[in-house]
């Protein structure tokens, strides 16, 4: 397997690695604490989370994975893979604040500064690969959707 493939390859794999490990805070009260709160309208069925977050988390890896193959020795692609890292902690401590802590409040913080942190991992990313930085595109858009789920939650409990 080529250099690249391998990147991608790994990269995908810690992606959902990391979405998996979160999703047992969400696990942790999404049939319990969940379900009694107030929710907006535009509040989708649980069930379509997790495809969603698995084709992004996929399409995260691949991003990450192009950048990635770069190679890490150059400043730029490792300064957009710090910030690439750290908002996948951050995308990873939502869960735990949200579903764990059961602190919408905090969690909202918590969103708003991946959100805040995102854009400047696709800017990043377009300096070293447009393509990366398209894929991340669906993300950001979803992220920003749940800013505002997230948003309405707090505002109705």
């Not at 709160?37 to 399409?59: G, H, Q, R």
């Not at 991003?63 to 750290?86: C, E, I, M, P, R």
């Not at 959100?115 to 070293?128: D, G, M, N, P, S």
Request: with cysteine.
């Amino acid at each position: 397997m080529n250099k690249k493939l391998t990147y991608i390859a790994i990269s995908i794999l810690v992606c959902l690695v990391i979405g998996f490990l979160s999703s047992f805070a969400t696990q942790s009260s999404v049939n319990d604490w969940f379900v009694t709160l107030n929710k907006p309208s535009f509040n989708p069925p649980n069930w379509i989370f997790a495809p969603v977050w698995t084709v992004l988390y996929i399409m995260m890896g691949l991003a990450v994975g192009l950048v990635w193959s770069k190679g890490f020795h150059h400043l730029w692609v490792k300064t957009a893979l710090y910030h690439f890292g750290f908002q996948l902690l951050l995308n990873a401590s939502w869960s735990i604040v949200f579903f764990g802590l059961k602190e919408p409040s905090w969690a909202l913080v918590v969103i708003i500064t991946l959100l805040i942190l995102l854009v400047l991992t696709i800017r990043w990313f377009r300096i070293i690969n447009k393509v990366a930085a398209w894929l991340l595109v669906p993300y950001f858009l979803w992220v920003c959707f749940a800013t505002a789920l997230n948003y309405k939650i707090w505002e109705l409990n």
